[in-house]
């Protein structure tokens, strides 16, 4: 038990950063659907969906390879792989700012460059300061991390607060009109949505401040055969994460392509997107989880190799992340009715609201592959990865393309479920033979399909008030999770404990 509570105690400590940075970037929902309508958020959408994979793209992998070398020699593999980063990342972005006049206007929106420059700063920051970022991380410098991780997203949510709701609103003319003037001269409405991507890149400039040690401490270094050591062992992970980041996103880049015109009542297919983009968001929550556990657990497990208790461990590990991320996917699907009314400014958005619960559950299983995969990365099998990843790939290509004619964003959430299931299974099946770990497998199943039931049936209810629906959500969620203490009180309560007060046997 010590192992996983230090692990518990490491995934809550980047829990709370990711939780309370994500919550504040989560306002940034508000404030876009707000102040721009679906068409306006159209671009925003589809030009993020590239980043993510640009992301990958820009970093090959490789922060993956430093936490399997780095225990050989820290600094070498440090400097080696900043090394190639820096240099990659600088030849990625020239090219992009070079012929971003080309490639917008390829994208369909001719005329803004300048926001695929931003994006292309934007995606070389982050690159620059991954691997800075994953020596923390494996340095346990858990309070730097946290603080460059949320002071650079109050700087975000504070200009978007700045550009949008303060120099927009005012140059509109809608509040402070003796500011008008000078609010005209400085807010440009031809830039509109690509303020947002103007604030990302001002605070991403942040991290060179807080990562200022890890940049005197780094020294240029090139060693070929080194560099060919973790690039054999990082491109399969480079692959895989670039197709399961096609995954995540390709049903936004889908939809606009495959969604008949029409199918939604005066909407053209960006509003459409706009709209799926921005309630998308909502399933957020659920990352949240993921994204904590995998920061602490991926150097946790990667440094364990040869620990003969590592498959009981990650066993128990995960039935305890599948059992948080329920007690999430329940907790918002079943609010939803105020939750929507919150974060989603205008009613326009709330038409895709039905996604959500399922998108949740999409991202759970993703969660639980992510969990999984430690057993390919153990053993060098990185290929398995890769392999699974574009199955799960084709499963999205090919679901959306039938589904998003026929059920719209329905359609796309669907796709995406049935996707990560899919990989799910398979990395379950073949992690059994190569690195068989006792999963509870039918416990894990009976909580999904009970929670399923539940929010399936609440979600019928609609109560006039929400004075009448927070209170009666809230109470269904108190007596599942009486049914998880009852089921898992051997865990949950010590045995001195139960045998004291008799309570629970």
Not at 255 to 283: C, H
Not at 442 to 471: D, R
Request: net charge positive; glycine share 6%; charged share 15%.
């Amino acid at each position: 038990m010590s192992v996983l509570k230090k692990l518990a105690g490491e995934t809550a400590s980047y829990g709370i950063s990711t939780i309370l940075g994500r919550s504040l970037n989560f306002l940034l929902v508000f404030i876009h659907t707000a102040a721009f309508m679906p068409t306006e958020m159209g671009i925003n959408v589809k030009l993020y969906g590239y980043v993510a994979i640009a992301n990958i793209i820009y970093t090959y992998g490789m922060e993956t390879a430093f936490f399997r070398f780095a225990p050989e020699d820290k600094i070498k593999y440090y400097n080696i792989i900043q090394s190639a980063i820096i240099v990659s990342s600088i030849f990625f972005s020239g090219i992009l700012i070079i012929f971003s006049s080309p490639i917008i206007t390829y994208l369909g929106y001719a005329g803004k460059e300048n926001f695929l420059i931003w994006l292309a700063l934007i995606v070389a920051i982050d690159a620059i300061t991954a691997i800075p970022f994953a020596r923390l991380r494996l340095e346990k410098q858990t309070k730097r991390f946290v603080t460059a991780k949320i002071i650079n997203i109050l700087i975000n949510v504070f200009l978007n607060i700045f550009f949008l709701l303060i120099l927009k609103k005012i140059a509109e003319g809608d509040y402070l009109t003796p500011l008008q003037p000078l609010s005209q001269k400085l807010y440009n409405p031809n830039i509109g949505a690509g303020y947002i991507f103007l604030a990302n890149l001002i605070a991403n400039a942040t991290f060179f401040y807080f990562l200022r040690p890890e940049f005197r401490d780094f020294k240029f270094q090139f060693d070929k055969a080194e560099f060919k050591k973790l690039w054999i062992y990082a491109y399969p992970i480079m692959i895989m994460v670039v197709a399961s980041t096609y995954n995540l996103v390709f049903d936004r880049l889908l939809l606009e392509k495959f969604l008949p015109v029409g199918f939604y009542p005066n909407r053209t297919s960006q509003e459409a997107l706009g709209i799926y983009g921005s309630v998308y968001k909502l399933s957020i929550f659920m990352s949240l989880a993921t994204q904590a556990f995998r920061y602490a657990a991926e150097p946790f497990f990667l440094s364990k190799t040869g620990d003969k208790n590592s498959p009981e461990t990650l066993a128990e590990v995960t039935k305890w992340f599948l059992i948080t991320c329920i007690f999430i996917w329940l907790g918002v699907s079943l609010n939803l009715d105020w939750l929507k009314v919150l974060f989603l400014r205008q009613k326009i958005y709330w038409e895709a609201i039905m996604v959500v619960p399922v998108l949740l559950l999409a991202n759970l299983f993703l969660g639980v592959y992510y969990n999984m995969s430690v057993w390919f990365k153990l053993n060098n099998k990185t290929y398995f990865g890769t392999l699974i990843t574009f199955i799960g790939l084709g499963i999205t290509v090919i679901a959306n393309i039938i589904l998003i004619p026929r059920i719209g964003y329905m359609g796309c959430a669907f796709a995406f479920l049935i996707s990560c299931f899919s990989m799910t299974a398979l990395c379950y099946l073949l992690g059994q033979r190569y690195y068989p770990v006792p999963y509870k497998i039918e416990s894990a199943f009976g909580y999904i399909i009970s929670a399923g039931v539940l929010i399936y049936f609440v979600t019928k209810i609609h109560f006039q008030s929400l004075w009448l629906s927070i209170p009666y959500h809230l109470i269904l969620l108190i007596l599942y999770t009486l049914g998880v203490v009852i089921i898992e009180r051997k865990t949950i309560i010590p045995l001195k404990t139960r045998e004291k007060y008799k309570i629970l046997r």
